[in-house]
């Protein structure tokens, strides 16, 4: 196949894992995803994976995440040790598919005017790399040895100089000891394997383009406030254009049994914000998880009182 899409999944997040295979087979119908998951599905998402089967969406495989990876969790990185694992997978995962793109599972794809791979691709071309991602810079402007986590790459060519570099990493754990010391995240270590591995530009890289093929639902998380200009900074489309395609997601009956089976409050949240209808139901466990919340956060205020 041409394309899959590929996320790593940990605790709590598994939650998204429909509405991004939901998503893909809606924009990308003829891409593939392979999840990466740490522990057993949830029971509810399980159930959400299987009535999507059953509606004809099967172009997915979840993966119970390799345990010779476990020691990666040891390491203190921002995030966790075990983000460092999306980017030490080798060839073997890739193998039956041309290109790859790795990302966020709080990704809700939407339809774009120029397909990810047509896109990914020409970059790919202007950067005379395998590989197509953006340096991240400073608040200053200036270059910071990070890659984004949106990792998009030609897979042939690109294991090709990858795949000894990850391979020693893997099997060496002194080696792997000296090669992630000080690195503050997975991020810093995507762009070190990658530097080594085609000696790139950053300057070039850093005005390359990184866009979110679609809307992020993260961006609520941690009690953050949103805004109409936070969803525009963490989508790749206009609002208008997020509000149409979402109003036809919510009303397509598989989103709708999705949205019955799991509940995202990031997604309500959002929703909410941009004035679009949505079920009683989802209302209901809104209210239910904001209340929870507030309570426990009382509860954290008056622990810290009394001692």
């Not at 390491?75 to 999306?86: A, E, H, P, Q, V």
Request: glycine residues 6%; aromatic residues 16%; proline residues 2%.
């Amino acid at each position: 196949m041409e394309l899959v899409f590929s996320s790593f999944v940990f605790g709590s997040y598994q939650k998204y894992i429909p509405y991004y295979i939901y998503s893909i087979w809606k924009t990308h119908p003829n891409g593939f995803v392979k999840i990466f998951i740490e522990n057993k599905l949830e029971s509810k998402i399980f159930k959400s994976l299987e009535y999507l089967n059953q509606m004809g969406v099967r172009n997915f495989e979840i993966v119970l995440w390799d345990s010779a990876h476990d020691d990666y969790g040891i390491y203190k990185i921002r995030g966790g040790g075990k983000k460092l694992t999306r980017w030490v997978l080798d060839y073997e995962y890739f193998n039956d598919f041309n290109y790859a793109y790795i990302g966020d599972i709080d990704i809700l794809f939407l339809s774009e005017e120029m397909s990810i791979l047509d896109f990914h691709k020409k970059q790919m071309i202007k950067l005379e790399l395998p590989f197509s991602n953006k340096v991240r810079s400073d608040e200053n402007g200036k270059t910071v040895e990070r890659l984004t986590g949106l990792h998009f790459f030609e897979i042939k060519k690109y294991f090709e100089k990858i795949n000894p570099i990850i391979s020693r990493i893997n099997k060496d754990k002194e080696y792997r000891d000296k090669y992630l010391q000080g690195l503050e995240r997975d991020e810093n270590f995507l762009y070190k394997i990658n530097k080594e591995a085609f000696d790139f530009d950053s300057k070039i890289l850093i005005a390359a383009e990184r866009p979110w093929h679609g809307l992020h639902l993260g961006i609520t998380r941690g009690n953050k406030g949103l805004n109409m200009q936070t969803i525009q900074e963490n989508s790749s489309l206009s609002i208008s254009e997020v509000k149409e395609q979402l109003k036809n997601y919510i009303s397509d009956p598989i989103f709708k049994e999705i949205q019955r089976k799991v509940f995202v409050i990031e997604l309500e949240t959002i929703l909410k914000e941009l004035s679009l209808p949505y079920s009683f139901n989802w209302k209901y466990k809104g209210f239910k998880y904001r209340t929870r919340d507030k309570w426990r956060f009382l509860k954290r205020k008056i622990k810290s009182f009394l001692k």
